[in-house]
């Protein structure tokens, strides 16, 4: 049997090796779910105190005879009037029996709740901790103090960063585990093609 003359066939290339994950990259995840849950837990950590003074009534009253409250020494509370009511001044808070001035303020004025027929006007941060009695001046008609809910938008956020995460994590998770997978296959298909190639004649 005559061999034709002339070139061989061209042999089919398998194309370039498959880049395949190296098994490190799962690593990416892991490290992302435990950042978003050290994040969590560290915001937490932080506005606990906050979070609790926060989960407080709103208290109303008379600001010139007097609004009895519950307070925590260091924690902030919104000052509201009524829309058409004047802001208030020379605030001070009895407690004990000792009269002790407070310094309104516009401290977290952005995360201050809307309220119905009122209009935030104040902040003020507790001087002392226990039942007192907050009087003020300058203003007309009921005072209503509420806490500060400011920690439970900070909360919040952290929430949302860790469900980020956590999905970011999964799909990087799934992202690796399919071109690994990819790769895997694309090696064995090359691998049995190169055990099919026919021989070329000499």
């Known amino acids: 049997m005559n061999v034709p003359d002339g070139p061989a066939p061209p042999v089919p290339s398998c194309g370039p090796p498959p880049v395949r994950p190296a098994a490190g990259w799962y690593a990416v995840p892991v490290a992302l ?31 010139a005879a007097g609004l009895p409250v519950r307070l925590e020494e260091g924690r902030t509370y919104f000052l509201y009037v009524r829309r058409d009511g004047s802001t ?7 407690h004990d029996g000792r009269r002790s001035p407070v310094r309104l303020t516009r401290k977290d004025s952005w ?14 941060t507790a001087p002392v901790s226990g039942a007192a009695v907050l009087t003020c001046r300058g203003t007309d008609g009921p005072l209503l103090m509420a806490p500060d809910g400011t920690a439970d938008f900070y909360v919040g956020l952290a929430f949302l960063g860790a469900l980020a995460a956590c999905v ?33 004649p000499s």
Request: aromatic residues 4%; glycine residues 10%.
């Open 33 to 63: 779910v435990v950042l978003a849950a050290a994040g969590l837990l560290t915001a937490l950590a932080l506005t606990r105190d906050d979070a609790g003074a926060a989960a407080g009534p709103a208290v109303t009253g008379d600001a």
């Open 88 to 94: 208030p001044f020379g605030c001070a808070v009895v």
């Open 111 to 124: 995360s201050a709740d809307e309220r119905p027929g009122r209009r935030y006007t104040a902040s003020l």
């Open 168 to 200: 970011a994590a999964a799909a990087g998770f799934v992202l690796t585990l399919t071109r690994r997978s990819r790769a895997d296959q694309r090696a064995r298909l090359g691998a049995a093609g190169r055990d099919r190639r026919p021989a070329v």
